[in-house]
């Protein structure tokens, strides 16, 4: 290897905890990438991925500390490096939420403008011709310029943090997860946009994520994370055709395949230990009797009023949709952000009021009876959202949240609300203990159980999955699914399953609605839509995304 071409060397890197018991979030993890190339970095949320990423830029919490030997273009960093120095002009870096990282009271300009001018000796009229070639460079029209962050959509946004992360031309790119929210065609584009910017500017790059199918598209080596250690190393096609380690194998199987269809999906710990992998099927429980019955429903929003606040202009959020749900079925409803798809879920639980059309729900139209009688069948459909800890009360006990509802709604009697609570976490697989914690004090995959006993508090018939699983690592969202299919099975329930993800709507579902623009542009059975679609729109989304 020509050690000019060596970008980054890492060596014995350790980042622990003296605090925490000497806890090593990373233990002993060594790399190089070169000009040019990219390097992914994979593994489950707490793997220590993102603390390998921030011990490179200086940004790791005060409590940490970190031993080893890294190396930039042939020169040491030092624990006590002048950062400023090197964070945007050597090494960029694109953070997996835009929003947290983007200064929502600065236009994207002018951000953009304030990396250049940080780092080049150049004039502002030269920096700001610079920030709209970057723009357009991004695939953003100039006009983006004069925008503020919340006007942008999550793939804009992820662009324009690539344009910054970029802009000064870094020899070192590191981009922790900039693809996890986005839908598989933005993520796509933004994937695509990313390597033709890397290969013009020889950068090389780490790329973090927990979808190895990802890593695959993008990478030429892969590094395979666990609990801190490393545990696969290599050339990305020869890692993942032919992985040593355990924990690789269990990370490529977690995720959905048309092979794995009704059957329970693997988890990292059928590989981990000496659980034994089943050949059980779950049970076609669908039936040809009517549950949901959706007529023409229109959910549209004021887009522009007059000077006498008439409004002249709709947006159509949902626009004349029609369908049907059986009972013991699962509907998947698949499509981009933006199409409609969450506005559709909050219309059928009553958070957001129709404009037209019926909600026919076991034969009462909700929009035309009593809001007694409404509340007693809103509690039969319950929702569960994508971000739970957004959708708990982070002063409230797990306990108190699951008996609350309970006692509302008189489902059972008081003194037997703790018990039918601790019930319900079983179900969920969570111990009994979690009734006195609180939201804070548990994992992303365990909130999400949360939410779910949550919804099966109330004893529902239907319940609404609104990317329940779309942010949860691949082993964790294989935990999810199997959770899901079990309680279906368990408890005859019936589920509205939304997902930009095509190939876990296929896995979960018994028949497919495609929603573009606020129409349902295909519908009809999982296997015949996934696997002949009539229309183009479904066949773009399964290009960006292997069924």
């Given at each position: 290897m020509?050690?000019?071409q060596t970008i980054l060397s890492v060596n014995d890197l350790i980042v622990s905890f003296p605090d925490m018991g000497d806890f090593m979030a990373v233990d002993k993890i060594s790399f190089g990438i070169e000009k040019g190339r990219t390097l992914a970095i994979v593994g489950e949320s707490g793997s220590g991925k993102s603390l390998t990423a921030l011990a490179l830029i200086g940004l790791l919490p005060k409590n940490a500390l970190f031993t080893g030997a890294i190396s930039l273009n042939g020169a040491p960093l030092k624990d006590n490096e002048d950062w400023s120095t090197i964070r945007g002009k050597s090494i960029g870096m694109i953070f997996q939420e835009p929003m947290s990282s983007l200064n929502p009271v600065m236009k994207i300009g002018k951000q953009l403008l304030e990396c250049i001018s940080t780092h080049q000796?150049?004039?502002?009229?030269?920096?700001?011709?610079?920030?709209?070639?970057?723009?357009?460079?991004?695939?953003?029209?100039?006009?983006?310029?004069?925008?503020?962050?919340?006007?942008?959509?999550?793939?804009?946004?992820?662009?324009?943090?690539?344009?910054?992360?970029?802009c000064n031309k870094p020899s070192l790119l590191?981009?922790?997860?900039?693809?996890?929210?986005?839908d598989v065609t933005v993520q796509q584009e933004v994937i695509k946009l990313m390597r033709v910017l890397q290969q013009e500017n020889e950068t090389a790059m780490i790329f973090i994520t927990h979808d190895l199918g990802l890593a695959a598209r993008i990478a030429d080596d892969v590094l395979v994370m666990h609990n801190g250690a490393p545990m696969e190393y290599g050339d990305v096609s020869q890692v993942l055709q032919n992985p040593k380690?355990?924990?690789?194998?269990?990370?490529?199987?977690?995720?959905?395949?048309?092979?794995?269809?009704?059957?329970?999906?693997?988890?990292?710990?059928?590989?981990?230990?000496?659980?034994?992998i089943t050949?059980?099927?779950?049970?076609?429980?669908?039936?040809?009797?009517?549950?949901?019955?959706?007529?023409?429903?229109?959910?549209?929003?004021?887009?522009?009023?007059?000077?006498?606040?008439?409004?002249?202009?709709?947006?159509r959020a949902v626009d004349d949709v029609s369908f049907t749900l059986r009972k013991g079925e699962v509907l998947g409803l698949a499509g981009e952000?933006?199409?409609?798809?969450?506005?559709?879920?909050?219309?059928?639980?009553?958070?957001?009021?129709?404009?037209?059309?019926?909600?026919?729900?076991?034969?009462?139209?909700?929009?035309?009876?009593?809001?007694?009688e409404r509340r007693q069948m809103h509690r039969k459909v319950q929702l569960i959202f994508q971000d739970p800890y957004s959708s708990l009360n982070p002063r409230i006990s797990i306990g108190d949240m699951l008996m609350e509802p309970m006692a509302v709604h008189g489902i059972i009697p008081k003194q037997d609300l703790k018990k039918e609570a601790e019930l319900l976490l079983d179900r969920v697989h969570l111990p009994a203990d979690a009734m006195?914690?609180?939201?804070?004090?548990?994992?992303?995959?365990?909130?999400?159980r949360i939410g779910i006993a949550r919804a099966l508090s109330l004893r529902p018939q239907l319940l609404i999955c609104d990317e329940s699983v779309s942010a949860l690592d691949v082993s964790v969202q294989a935990q999810m699914l199997n959770l899901l299919k079990e309680l279906q099975e368990e408890l005859r329930l019936s589920y509205l399953f939304i997902s930009h993800d095509l190939s876990v709507v296929y896995y979960m579902s018994d028949r497919v609605m495609v929603?573009?623009?606020?129409?349902?542009?295909?519908?009809?059975?999982?296997?015949?839509?996934?696997?002949?679609p009539t229309a183009d729109y479904t066949r773009r989304l399964l290009d960006a995304v292997s069924i």
């Amino acid at each position: 290897m020509n050690k000019t071409q060596t970008i980054l060397s890492v060596n014995d890197l350790i980042v622990s905890f003296p605090d925490m018991g000497d806890f090593m979030a990373v233990d002993k993890i060594s790399f190089g990438i070169e000009k040019g190339r990219t390097l992914a970095i994979v593994g489950e949320s707490g793997s220590g991925k993102s603390l390998t990423a921030l011990a490179l830029i200086g940004l790791l919490p005060k409590n940490a500390l970190f031993t080893g030997a890294i190396s930039l273009n042939g020169a040491p960093l030092k624990d006590n490096e002048d950062w400023s120095t090197i964070r945007g002009k050597s090494i960029g870096m694109i953070f997996q939420e835009p929003m947290s990282s983007l200064n929502p009271v600065m236009k994207i300009g002018k951000q953009l403008l304030e990396c250049i001018s940080t780092h080049q000796d150049i004039t502002k009229q030269e920096a700001k011709k610079q920030a709209i070639e970057w723009l357009k460079k991004v695939q953003l029209p100039e006009e983006m310029y004069k925008r503020y962050p919340h006007q942008l959509s999550g793939g804009q946004k992820q662009r324009a943090m690539i344009a910054m992360a970029m802009c000064n031309k870094p020899s070192l790119l590191i981009a922790d997860e900039p693809t996890t929210a986005l839908d598989v065609t933005v993520q796509q584009e933004v994937i695509k946009l990313m390597r033709v910017l890397q290969q013009e500017n020889e950068t090389a790059m780490i790329f973090i994520t927990h979808d190895l199918g990802l890593a695959a598209r993008i990478a030429d080596d892969v590094l395979v994370m666990h609990n801190g250690a490393p545990m696969e190393y290599g050339d990305v096609s020869q890692v993942l055709q032919n992985p040593k380690h355990p924990y690789t194998k269990a990370l490529l199987l977690c995720k959905p395949s048309v092979q794995q269809k009704n059957k329970p999906l693997p988890v990292v710990s059928d590989f981990m230990g000496d659980v034994q992998i089943t050949d059980r099927e779950y049970k076609h429980i669908a039936t040809n009797e009517t549950l949901l019955e959706v007529k023409n429903l229109r959910v549209w929003f004021p887009e522009h009023r007059n000077l006498f606040g008439k409004t002249t202009e709709y947006f159509r959020a949902v626009d004349d949709v029609s369908f049907t749900l059986r009972k013991g079925e699962v509907l998947g409803l698949a499509g981009e952000s933006g199409c409609g798809k969450s506005t559709l879920s909050r219309s059928l639980v009553g958070l957001l009021p129709p404009q037209g059309g019926q909600i026919i729900f076991n034969g009462k139209d909700l929009a035309h009876i009593s809001s007694v009688e409404r509340r007693q069948m809103h509690r039969k459909v319950q929702l569960i959202f994508q971000d739970p800890y957004s959708s708990l009360n982070p002063r409230i006990s797990i306990g108190d949240m699951l008996m609350e509802p309970m006692a509302v709604h008189g489902i059972i009697p008081k003194q037997d609300l703790k018990k039918e609570a601790e019930l319900l976490l079983d179900r969920v697989h969570l111990p009994a203990d979690a009734m006195k914690r609180y939201p804070h004090q548990f994992s992303g995959g365990q909130r999400q159980r949360i939410g779910i006993a949550r919804a099966l508090s109330l004893r529902p018939q239907l319940l609404i999955c609104d990317e329940s699983v779309s942010a949860l690592d691949v082993s964790v969202q294989a935990q999810m699914l199997n959770l899901l299919k079990e309680l279906q099975e368990e408890l005859r329930l019936s589920y509205l399953f939304i997902s930009h993800d095509l190939s876990v709507v296929y896995y979960m579902s018994d028949r497919v609605m495609v929603m573009k623009e606020g129409k349902i542009v295909e519908a009809g059975d999982a296997e015949q839509v996934m696997k002949n679609p009539t229309a183009d729109y479904t066949r773009r989304l399964l290009d960006a995304v292997s069924i």
